[in-house]
């Protein structure tokens, strides 16, 4: 496996306890990150999801699949942005802006092992 593949392999497992947590304890990581706890669905949805992309990332790395490399670092590097426009916006507190943050880093780490490639 080459590094850029390592480092996505290493997000797909970020991702897979993210995943577990969301569908499992979604309450606890919301108080984490000062996030109203919630009985509804929706979060669990998004921990199908996350798990789905975990899925997608290992894929990928185990694939060597530069073009899907490549797309995810720009998908990662954009979720700091979103997730402040919705602090800006008021929908949210800032604490969730710290998820993006993980997003940018793994995203950096990638380009950096892409480009050394």
Do not use: Q
């Amino acid at each position: 496996m080459s590094r850029a593949a390592h480092t996505v392999y290493a997000f797909a497992i970020y991702l897979a306890f993210l995943a577990v947590v969301l569908l499992l304890a979604p309450n606890m990581l919301l108080g984490l990150f000062g996030l109203p706890a919630t009985t509804e669905v929706w979060i669990r949805v998004v921990g199908m999801l996350v798990g789905f992309l975990a899925l997608y990332y290992y894929a990928a790395a185990r694939g060597e699949s530069r073009p899907v490399m490549w797309a995810s670092v720009l998908a990662r590097l954009s979720v700091p942005v979103f997730f402040t426009i919705f602090v800006v916006a008021g929908w949210v507190s800032w604490p969730l802006i710290l998820f993006g943050v993980v997003d940018a880093l793994a995203a950096l780490w990638t380009w950096s092992a892409l480009r050394g490639t």
